[in-house]
Nanobody, 121 residues
Framework: QVHLVESGGGSVQPGESLRLSCAASGNTFSIVVMGWYRQIPGKERELVAQSRFGGSTYYSDSVRGRFTISKAADKTAVFLQMNNVKSEDTAVYFC???????????????WGQGTQVTVSS
């Protein structure tokens, strides 16, 4: 089991920056992917940014060039640097991690509790 706890959300004005953090604990050795999703009321949760250990990094079109994902090499944290935020970035942001273990391999998805980001002038 992996436990994720987000921090760093809050209220900012358009054009400002915000940094989200997510601390991972538990069986972090099993983690292969860490990332961030966001959700607004009435809509599906959407992938914002994702980084695979030893692999590729993904950004949604809406945040590419403004947001940067980074992670700790020991799989205990993932961060989202949000620059030049826009009102449409307002959402609850969720930390996500995917772990793999066992033979045959089984994937497990883990979620944080979410942190609110509000962008408003």
């Amino acid at each position: 089991q992996v436990h994720l706890v987000e921090s760093g959300g809050g209220s900012v004005q358009p054009g400002e920056s915000l940094r989200l953090s997510c601390a991972a604990s538990g069986n972090t050795f099993s983690i292969v992917v860490m990332g961030w999703y966001r959700q607004i009321p009435g809509k599906e949760r959407e992938l914002v940014a994702q980084s695979r250990f030893g692999g590729s990094t993904y950004y949604s079109d809406s945040v590419r060039g403004r947001f940067t994902i980074s992670k700790a090499a020991d799989k205990t944290a993932v961060f989202l640097q949000m620059n030049n935020v826009k009102s449409e970035d307002t959402a609850v942001y969720f930390c996500h991690a995917q772990g793999i273990k066992g033979v045959p391999e089984r994937k497990s998805n883990y979620w944080g509790q979410g942190t609110q980001v509000t962008v408003s002038s």
